[in-house]
Structure formats: C-alpha cells, structure tokens
C-alpha cells in the first residue's frame, strides 16, 4: 500500500513538471497576458484555444495589412492567401508553446522571414 501511494505521488510529480514545461509563453505575449491562462484558454485549459480567443486581441485584416506583399506575390500573404483568404484558423501557423511551421511550408517554399517558430 505504502510503495502504492509512493508510485502515486511520483507519478503526479511527473505530470506536474510535464506541465509546467509545457506552459512557457511567448516573450511577446508575457506582458499583455501574464499567467493569464484564460485570455486564450477559453474553453477550458485541456482544449486548444479558439480561434475567437486570438481576434480578441488580433485583427485579421490588420495582419493582412502588416504582412501584405508586392503585388506580384499578393496571395502569398499568410493573413489573405490565395487557397483560405483571410479565414485559416490562427494555429495553422502559429503556437504559443511549442514549435510550428507555417501550413503553407509543407507544400510550397515561400520566405516567411519574420514568422517566429
Ligand atoms: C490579451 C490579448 C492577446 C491575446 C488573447 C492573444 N494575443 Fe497575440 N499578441 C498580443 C500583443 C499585444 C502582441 C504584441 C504586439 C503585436 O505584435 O501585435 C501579440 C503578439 C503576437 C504574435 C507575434 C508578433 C510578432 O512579433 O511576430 C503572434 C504570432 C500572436 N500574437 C499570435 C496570437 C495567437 C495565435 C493567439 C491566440 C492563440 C493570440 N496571439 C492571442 C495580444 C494578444
Ligand atoms: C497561413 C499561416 C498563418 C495563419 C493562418 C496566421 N498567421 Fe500570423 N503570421 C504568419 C506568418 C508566416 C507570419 C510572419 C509574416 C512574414 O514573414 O512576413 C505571421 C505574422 C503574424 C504576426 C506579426 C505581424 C507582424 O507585424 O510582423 C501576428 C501578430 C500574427 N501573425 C498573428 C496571427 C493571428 C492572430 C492569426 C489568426 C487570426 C494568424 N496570425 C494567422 C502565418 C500565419
Ligand atoms: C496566447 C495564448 C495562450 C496562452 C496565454 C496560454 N495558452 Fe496554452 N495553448 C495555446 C495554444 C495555441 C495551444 C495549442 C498548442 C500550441 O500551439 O502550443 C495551447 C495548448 C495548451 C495545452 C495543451 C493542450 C492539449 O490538448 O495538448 C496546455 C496544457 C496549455 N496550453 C496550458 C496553458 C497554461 C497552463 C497556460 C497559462 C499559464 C496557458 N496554456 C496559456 C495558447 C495559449
Ligand atoms: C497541401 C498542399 C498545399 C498547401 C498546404 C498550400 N498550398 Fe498553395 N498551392 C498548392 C498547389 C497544388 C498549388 C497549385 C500548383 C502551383 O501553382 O504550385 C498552389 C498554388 C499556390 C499559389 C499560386 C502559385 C504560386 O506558387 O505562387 C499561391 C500564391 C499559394 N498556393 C499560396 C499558398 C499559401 C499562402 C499557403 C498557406 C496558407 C498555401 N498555399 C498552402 C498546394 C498547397
């Protein structure tokens, strides 16, 4: 029974420093969000956010703007592409704690140079 409740308590201890690993936010999130998990955790903290959690704070043709290319490479444009516009969900491209590849990537080579990984 003793080992039992032993094996119970390191098992937590895992789980709980898995966790806190895979909580690291963004430099540019940091300041505006904290340890606000909820400002995008909106459906509880096991889900992925909504997409309604990010265009709180986000405007998506503000995006197309800040990202718009020549006129040659126009639907290139990550916020306003030729296949999805403006309507992709935000965590095709972007993650907040892991690593991601914009979707596009794994078809076409465009230059995505200020996407931050
Ligand atoms: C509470 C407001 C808030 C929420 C919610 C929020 N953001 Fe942000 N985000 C900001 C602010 C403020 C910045 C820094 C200024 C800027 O770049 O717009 C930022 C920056 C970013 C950047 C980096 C910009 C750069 O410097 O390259 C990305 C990418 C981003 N947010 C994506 C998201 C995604 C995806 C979500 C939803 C999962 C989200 N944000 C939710 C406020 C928010
Ligand atoms: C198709 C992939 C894709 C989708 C979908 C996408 N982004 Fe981006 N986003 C990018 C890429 C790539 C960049 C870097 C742009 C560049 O290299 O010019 C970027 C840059 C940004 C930036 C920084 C803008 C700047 O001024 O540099 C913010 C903020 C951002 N995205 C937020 C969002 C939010 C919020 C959503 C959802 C509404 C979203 N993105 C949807 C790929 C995407
Ligand atoms: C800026 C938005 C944002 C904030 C703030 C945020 N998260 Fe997340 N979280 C995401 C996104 C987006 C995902 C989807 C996976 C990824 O992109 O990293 C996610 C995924 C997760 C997951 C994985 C869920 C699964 O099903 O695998 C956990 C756990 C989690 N977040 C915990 C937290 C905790 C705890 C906090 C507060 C300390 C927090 N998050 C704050 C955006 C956010
Ligand atoms: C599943 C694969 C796939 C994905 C993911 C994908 N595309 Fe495409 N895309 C294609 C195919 C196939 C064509 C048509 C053949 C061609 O012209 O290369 C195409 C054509 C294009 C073209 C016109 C031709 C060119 O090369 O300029 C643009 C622009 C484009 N895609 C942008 C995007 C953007 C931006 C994204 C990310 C939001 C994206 N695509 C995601 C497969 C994909």
């Known amino acids: 029974m003793k080992t039992l ?3 119970l308590a390191l098992g937590m201890l895992s789980l709980a420093s898995l966790s806190v690993q895979a909580v690291e936010i963004r430099d540019h999130h940091k300041e505006v969000i904290g340890k606000d998990c909820k400002a ?3 459906k509880g903290i096991k889900q992925f956010p ?4 990010c265009l709180q704070c986000h405007d998506v043709s503000e ?3 800040q990202t718009a ?3 040659q490479d126009k639907w290139q444009n990550p916020h306003n592409n030729l296949h999805y516009g403006k309507e992709l969900p935000c965590q095709e491209c972007h ?5 991601k590849k914009p979707l596009c990537s794994n078809c ?3 230059k995505y140079d200020k ?3």
Request: with cysteine.
């Open 115 to 117: 996407h931050k990984e």
């Open 63 to 65: 995006l197309a703007k």
């Open 50 to 53: 909504s997409d309604q959690a």
């Open 69 to 71: 290319r020549s006129e």
């Open 108 to 110: 076409h080579t465009f």
């Open 95 to 99: 993650s907040e704690h892991e690593t």
């Open 5 to 7: 409740k032993i094996m």
């Open 40 to 42: 995008c955790h909106d």
